[in-house]
């Protein structure tokens, strides 16, 4: 059975940063799509970065030149770097991953697995 479990969420000043991680484990996940989301209290759930099964890596317009997606795949693990944090980037983060290889990167709705979330708390 897939499974996806976060880290190192927590609680930084505006402009700091972080490194989430994703350990995956139960499936061949270099033929998913993989890559992390967002959920702000009252908002929707939002793409944040994903590779695709090409390896091609899908950015927000919102996150592009501040947060980094990176793997290892010897170790199993998915990465969010996030740098130059702003109050706005306050949301539960979660990694996810599907095998459908149509469809929008950034439609949580095409998701089959979903880990329990980090929340990031930024300070203004």
């Known amino acids: 059975e897939a499974r996806l479990v976060e880290s190192g969420g927590g609680l930084v000043q505006s402009g700091g940063s972080l490194r989430l991680s994703c350990a995956v484990s139960?499936?061949?996940?270099?033929?998913?799509?993989m890559g992390w989301f967002r959920q702000a209290p009252g908002k929707l759930r939002e793409g944040v970065a994903v590779i695709d099964s090409d390896g091609y890596i899908h950015y927000a317009d919102s996150v592009a030149g501040r947060f980094t997606f990176s793997q290892d795949n010897a170790k199993n693990t998915l990465y969010l770097q996030m740098n130059h944090l702003r109050p706005e980037d306050t949301a539960m983060y979660y990694c996810a991953a599907r095998k459908l290889r149509i469809g929008s990167w950034s439609d949580f709705g095409l998701y089959n697995y979903w880990g329990q979330g980090t929340q990031v708390t930024v300070s203004s």
């Open positions: 139960g499936y061949p996940h270099s033929t998913y799509y």
